[in-house]
């Protein structure tokens, strides 16, 4: 005890803990040192999963992605042990009674898991994919990349949506549109452009 006594408690500031500040200070560091190990392991690339799929044998999502960013998470309830620890110590060091230290604690721990789990949640919808729909491209304006023969298939070159992309086309008309004349895609048939001279 003595070395627990000088490790953690005279670190926190807690000469003679009472009870209450034992609790307040085991979870304020199992909590801050559960988080420290995720996000190392995080860091690393996503190693989390991987063990997790290892030791259970089967594919987990729910620890990555869209599943895991609910408020009852692990990541929820380390926020929780880890700010009720540091509220209810905070409130205990400031001469609080121990009633308000549980309370002050109980709320900034709910209040660390349900920001952790808003947090995660814009994070989500922060992603893309990046993947541009073909159909996209109608009204789009660009260049012919490849000439596009009579009634044949050539290359062109469009913006869509602020990306240039090459797509197969051919003329609307059934004329001939030589390379570097510049176009309109009109409509998109079976994964080509049908494009007209701008």
Known sequence: MALLDELIFDFLGLSSPSGLEIIFAGSA?????????????????GITADIFDGLLGTDIDALGA???????????????MMFFGLGGLFVL????G????????????FASMYGTGKMFELFVNLQADGT?????????KGAVYLGIGEDQVGQVQ???????????????DKMAIDTGV????????AG???VERV
């Open 29 to 45: 560091v199992i909590g801050g040192a559960l988080f420290l190990f995720w996000f190392a392991l995080l860091i690393v690339g």
């Open 66 to 80: 869209d599943a895991s960013f609910k408020a009852l998470t692990f990541q929820g309830i380390m926020a929780f």
């Open 93 to 96: 060091k400031s001469d609080g």
């Open 98 to 109: 121990n009633s308000i230290a549980v309370v002050v604690g109980g709320m900034a721990g």
């Open 132 to 140: 541009i729909d073909i159909s996209q491209s109608v009204g789009s």
């Open 158 to 172: 469009v913006d869509v949506n602020g990306t240039m992309l090459t797509y197969p086309a051919r003329s609307l």
């Open 182 to 189: 510049l176009i309109q895609v009109k409509e998109v048939v």
């Open 192 to 194: 080509v452009l049908l």
